[in-house]
């Protein structure tokens, strides 16, 4: 949700930094002169149609990063382009020329003050920063007191920005406590719903997320918002089993080829029954595809490779590292040290080989998460979260 929020608004920022910027130069190098003042209309140089040029190409630069879902990127190589190109077009255009630096953009007073609504304390200071150091190293190169002004009046208007942008981070940050704890909640039910149908798997998906968490750091591809998304829906990995009849989920034998029929459709009814869940949606894949193989023999789509989505691998390896040291109706649960040397052997097969690699670094952790884990206790999501 925060993610498609982000996308939502960088577009409007590029949106409107781009009428500003276009409009005010159209404005006042071209409108204004002949008509406002008495001057010849025109750019100060052939020089400032560098800053369009750089401008448009940012475009398909913006496109390929949304494509590639880093979205959170675009505002930051927009500000960087524009500050890196408009600084020495600007001292370049005035220097030497015989006319007095008298204007800069006013679409720097609208990236200031549209700073708050990206709840992003690096970006803040990146802009403000930025766009004053501009003016100030202007101001020095062309030795003009004319940007005094202006200087001042980007300190004052960062100062403002800052005090809405901590006011709409708290706020923000209050709505999502709360909504996290009730989601927590939900999910924590559920879950206790399937634990009372299936007493053998107590604990198992608590400890499927906890493993799939750490492994997910170690990878180290993921957003907070990516991670906690990914938690709920490794707790809520194998929902789709309440469907299953009790007489086949806690058969004490081998299954028939029919009754494992029904519990291979347990991803894709779990993954339906969540699907339009906030706070899960982005995930449900790890819910439908945690069973698929990277050889292709997984089910229930038979992907191959890189065709399963990176968390649902990372999941795979989790559930089965926890399927096979914990005890179930069949079987007694099988040592750490073998079921670390069957994952070390699906390399390829079963699993990612990339991904067991980052579980060899990982499996310390692992151990002593077994060894200690509270199994009258419910593991607490904020414990095992990082930024």
């Known amino acids: ?31 204004a002169p002949g ?128 005090f809405l942008l901590v006011r709409f981070q708290g706020y923000v940050r209050a709505v999502s406590t709360s909504y996290d704890k009730q989601l ?15 007493p053998y798997t107590r604990g198992h998906s608590e400890r499927v997320a906890k493993y799939a968490l750490v492994l997910a750091n170690e990878v180290g591809k993921f957003t907070k918002e990516e991670q906690k998304s990914f938690y709920y ?14 007489n086949i989920l806690m058969k004490p034998g081998k299954l028939t080829n029919e009754e494992f029929e029904i519990i291979k459709s347990h991803p894709v009814v779990g993954a339906e029954a969540v699907k339009n869940v906030e706070g899960i949606s982005d995930s449900i894949h790890v819910i439908r595809y945690h069973h698929e193989r990277w ?38 649960a099988m040592p750490i040290e073998e079921a670390y040397k069957r994952i070390i052997e699906g390399k390829g097969t079963q699993f990612d080989p990339s991904l067991v690699e980052n579980f060899k670094n990982i499996y310390p952790e692992w151990i002593k998460f077994h060894k200690n884990y509270p199994w009258t206790e419910k593991w607490e999501l904020k414990k095992e979260m990082k930024s």
């Open 35 to 162: 008509n406002i003042v008495d001057s010849k209309p025109g750019f100060p140089s052939n020089f400032w149609y560098l800053i369009y040029i750089v401008l448009l190409i940012f475009i398909p630069v913006a496109f390929y990063l949304s494509k590639v879902k880093k979205d959170y990127l675009i505002k930051y190589v927009f500000i960087i382009s524009y500050l890196l190109i408009s600084l020495p077009v600007g001292i370049v255009s005035y220097i030497g020329n015989g006319e007095a630096y008298t204007s800069g953009n006013i679409v720097e007073v609208f990236f200031i003050l549209s700073l708050p609504i990206f709840l992003n304390t690096s970006f803040f200071w990146l802009v403000s920063i930025g766009v004053t150091v501009k003016y100030i190293l202007t101001a020095i190169i062309l030795h003009t007191s004319f940007l005094i002004m202006p200087i001042i009046l980007m300190i004052i208007l960062s100062g403002m920005s800052f």
């Open 295 to 332: 050889d292709g023999k997984g089910y229930p789509e038979q992907l191959k490779g890189e065709e399963i989505p990176l968390l649902a691998r990372v999941s795979t390896i989790a559930d089965a590292f926890d399927a096979m040291t914990s005890s179930r109706s069949y079987r007694e």
């Open 233 to 246: 829906a490794c707790l809520l990995h194998d929902i789709g089993k309440v469907n299953i009849p009790d």
């Open 184 to 198: 927590e909640g939900i999910v924590k039910g559920v879950i206790a719903t399937l634990e009372l149908k299936d």
């Open 1 to 31: 949700m925060i993610q498609h929020e982000e996308k939502r608004t960088v577009k409007w920022f590029l949106l409107i930094s781009y009428i500003i910027l276009i409009g005010y130069d159209v404005f006042y190098y071209f409108i």
